[in-house]
T-cell receptor, first 113, second 116 residues
């Protein structure tokens, strides 16, 4: 089955700097890759997603890149702000598996003012 | 509109007791998922329902865990003979699952289960 590895487990940046979180997946059939943000004590919320027919997607300060050949995808946050501090999870899913998400272990991002 | 709701928000039980956790998905969402999040850990897939199809139970950790979805809406996750290692936050999510496949999942607030 699918296995998703996520790095780093913790990341500390200064406000205004960029943050990059990387994930690799094992199942070449996976075709949907969402990123979720989870603030302390709250539910995970989708911040951006990408499908395998696209190499890059951007939404304001957030972008995701996908390399299908290497089976890895990354989250890029530019101009970080203190409110970006949270745990970020990547996930992989396959349409033929009904869309069940296999999550990475999470990255705790801390943005210092 | 209303999001995914779960009840109870917190549940404390004694080892060996059975518990039932409830999930109300977003109206019109055909897919419903259960995940488990242990303290400081990622989310672990448990079970998935899509329409009238047989559920995908591949993530259930043992036969003490079961789930049902009645009328294509509300779902109940049951844990029998609870163990201390079952302590975790149980999250439910629902999705439109357009074309029956992967789609944005909306999560509920979770049920925090503590087994003493």
């Amino acid at each position: 089955g699918e296995n998703v590895e996520q790095h780093p487990s913790t990341l500390s940046v200064q406000e205004g700097d960029s943050a990059v979180i990387k994930c690799t997946y094992s199942d070449s059939a996976s075709n949907y890759f969402p990123w979720y943000k989870q603030e302390l004590g709250k539910r995970p919320q989708l911040i951006i997603d990408i499908r395998s027919n696209v190499g890059e997607k951007k939404d304001q300060r957030i972008a995701v890149t996908l390399n299908k050949t290497a089976k890895h995808f990354s989250l890029h946050i530019t101009e970080t702000q203190p409110e970006d501090s949270a745990v970020y999870f990547c996930a992989a899913s396959e349409d033929n598996q009904g869309g069940k998400l296999i999550f990475g272990q999470g990255t705790e991002l801390s943005v210092k003012p | 509109g209303a999001g995914v709701s779960q009840s109870p928000s917190n549940k404390v039980t004694e080892k060996g007791k059975d518990v039932e956790l409830r999930c109300d998905p977003i109206s019109g969402h055909t897919a419903l998922y259960w995940y488990r999040q242990s303290l400081g850990q990622g989310l672990e897939f448990l079970i998935y329902f899509q329409g009238n199809s047989a559920p995908d139970k591949s993530g259930l950790p043992s036969d003490r865990f079961s789930a049902e979805r009645t009328g294509g809406s509300v779902s109940t996750l049951t844990i029998q003979r609870t163990q201390q290692e079952d302590s975790a936050v149980y999250l439910c999510a629902s999705s439109l699952a357009r074309s029956g496949g992967a789609d944005e999942q909306f999560f509920g607030p979770g049920t925090r289960l503590t087994v003493l």
